[in-house]
């Protein structure tokens, strides 16, 4: 069936490090690809999203580009704040009436 | 503008127990989707519902059923509760005929403990 695998964390980086966080894909079909993030205490929400291949998606400095061809889906952002620590979800829609399929999750902590 | 509520927002139920738990999507939202986190893992579908009818079904046994009311809101509850069944619940809500892919929006989370 469809699933996420996403890099296992805590993921510790100093204030303005780059930020790589893997996430590979398994589905049938041409599935859209989403970032979430859960802040600490609220509820998750949507990051960025990429619906068809070498689309890119950004936003608050976060970027992600869906490659078909690795499967993947990975999220960077070129400098980090302390205000970016939260734990980030890859999912998937296989397309339908877009369910979501999570992967576990990565927690980053971003030291000053 | 409300976003996604849920109530309540923590709950202790023992084994055997039935448990109800509530969602008002974001205002003007017509679908809801209900989800299961356990602790350090990512989300799990549980169903969806549209038009007050069962939509979208995920690996989830009989014991977890639902209801969409004529107001949108929804219910989800849990039979025979297992210790298993400890997780946060989310609930998520978008627009059935918004841009494609339709964005999700999700409340806070009840957290559920099975002693």
């Known amino acids: 069936g469809d699933s996420v695998t996403q890099m296992e964390g805590p993921v510790t980086l100093s204030e303005e490090a780059f930020l790589t966080i893997n996430c590979t894909y398994t589905?049938?079909?041409?599935?859209?690809l989403f970032w979430y993030v859960q802040y600490p205490g609220e509820g998750l929400q949507l990051l960025l999203k990429?619906?068809?291949?070498?689309d890119k998606g950004s936003n608050k400095g976060f970027e992600a580009t869906y490659r078909k061809e690795t499967t993947s889906f990975h999220l960077e952002k070129g400098s980090v704040q302390v205000s970016d620590s939260a734990v980030y979800f890859c999912?998937?829609?296989?397309?339908?009436?877009?369910?979501?399929?999570f992967g576990a999750g990565t927690r980053l902590a971003v030291h000053p | 503008d409300a976003g996604v509520t849920q109530s309540p927002t923590h709950l202790i139920k023992t084994r055997g127990q039935q448990v109800t738990l509530r969602c008002s999507p974001k205002?003007?939202?017509?679908?809801v989707s209900w989800y299961q986190q356990a602790l350090g893992q990512g989300p799990q579908f549980i169903f969806q519902y549209y038009e007050e009818e069962e939509r979208q079904r995920g690996n989830f046994p009989d014991r977890f059923s639902g209801h969409q009311f004529p107001n949108y809101s929804s219910e989800l509850n849990v039979n025979a509760l297992l210790l298993g069944d400890s997780a946060l619940y989310l609930c998520?809500?978008?627009?059935?005929?918004?841009?494609?892919?339709?964005?999700?929006?999700f409340g806070p989370g009840t957290r559920l403990t099975v002693l």
């Open positions: 589905a049938t079909g041409y599935p859209s």
């Open positions: 999912a998937l829609s296989p397309g339908g009436y877009n369910k979501l399929i």
């Open positions: 205002s003007g939202h017509d679908t």
């Open positions: 990429a619906t068809k291949a070498d």
């Open positions: 998520a809500s978008s627009l059935d005929r918004g841009a494609f892919p339709n964005e999700q929006f």
